[in-house]
């Protein structure tokens, strides 16, 4: 009796050790049809290749969640990067995600559809269709999920950085149904290694494949996010690396230098190595950029 009793103490306690900042099932976006959409090749299949995701038809949210005692009522949309041709689902969106969980976040980890002719009408807006709808959800289950409603951001990284800084600053147009006209505003945004301007100096793969290398000019202006900055913008956390080769430091730069000009606020870190895609830990420093980010939480009164 005594040896069973033991045995389901050290369940729980294993229970309980594993379930800490784990997630539960991936939740449907859009559990009564994809907006958007066109019906899929038959070889447009969704397929994981050691976190690398691509082709995505059914978008997702994963809700990791803080320990009770831990939760501090914030959330956040984690939405990775992947030049807007896969998902780097697991050191950009799990472990991130997890990191937050034990902050006393709740993360919620994006599996969005990749800008596609093929599966969308408008190839241009799937993505933030996915990122709207994501905040959209939260915001109408925050008490489920014991989130408050004023404090739900975003981060992202690389063309996930794109994503969220498009999400942060074309809020005012729902680009879906919303009758109930849910606030589809961020209450704030991380933006690492950001993808932002569609111009000279942008990723060249992600404009590629979200508007099209010869883009009209009205569509590299749209989605030129340092070009779509007001007083109103929410504020911005920004980390890069200078000798960045992917995607130019310059795009931080001008995110921060047009949201000073607006009179939004902003904060910037900037490391003079470590190039792009490093996820939660840049090698070349001992520097912990998410340390500064929980502390930006907290002077921005996001985080107790």
């Known amino acids: 009796m005594f040896m069973k009793g033991f045995k389901l103490s050290i369940a729980a306690i294993l229970f309980a050790a594993i379930s800490f900042g784990q997630s539960g099932e991936p939740i449907l976006l859009y559990p009564n049809g994809v907006p958007n959409s066109k019906p899929a090749p038959n070889d447009y299949v969704e397929k994981n290749d050691k976190g690398w995701i691509t082709k995505v038809t059914q978008p997702t949210l994963t809700v990791f969640r803080p320990d009770d005692s831990k939760n501090s009522g914030t959330g956040i949309i984690v939405i990775p990067g992947g030049g807007y041709a896969g998902i780097a689902f697991n050191h950009e969106g799990i472990d991130v995600a997890k990191k937050f969980a034990e902050e006393g976040v709740t993360a919620f980890l994006l599996k969005y559809r990749l800008p596609s002719d093929l599966i969308m009408v408008d ?13 959209q959800i939260i915001r109408e289950r925050a008490g489920e999920w014991k989130v408050d409603p004023n404090k739900i951001g975003v981060i992202g990284f690389s063309a996930g950085g794109h994503l969220a800084s498009t999400f942060g600053t074309h809020y005012k147009q729902a680009v879906i ?98 190039g792009h895609g490093f996820g939660l830990n840049n090698k070349t420093t001992p520097d912990q950029w998410f340390d500064h980010c929980v502390n930006w939480l907290k002077a921005n009164s996001f985080l107790k």
Do not use: C
Request: glycine letters at 6%; zero cysteines; charged letters at 20%.
């Open 177 to 274: 149904e919303n009758k109930s006209n849910v606030d589809l505003r961020p209450s704030f945004m991380a933006l690492i290694y950001p993808v932002i301007t569609m111009g000279e100096l942008t990723h060249g793969g992600s404009k590629q494949n979200l508007i099209g290398q010869n883009a009209a000019a009205d569509q590299v202006h749209l989605y030129s996010n340092e070009k779509q900055i007001d007083a109103n913008t929410p504020p911005a956390f920004l980390v890069h690396a200078q000798d960045d080769k992917t995607v130019p430091v310059q795009n931080s730069l001008m995110m921060y230098e047009a949201i000073t000009k607006a009179g939004a606020k902003a904060e910037m870190h900037l490391y003079q190595a470590g």
């Open 123 to 135: 190839r241009s807006i799937g993505p933030l269709q996915d990122a709207q709808r994501a905040i």
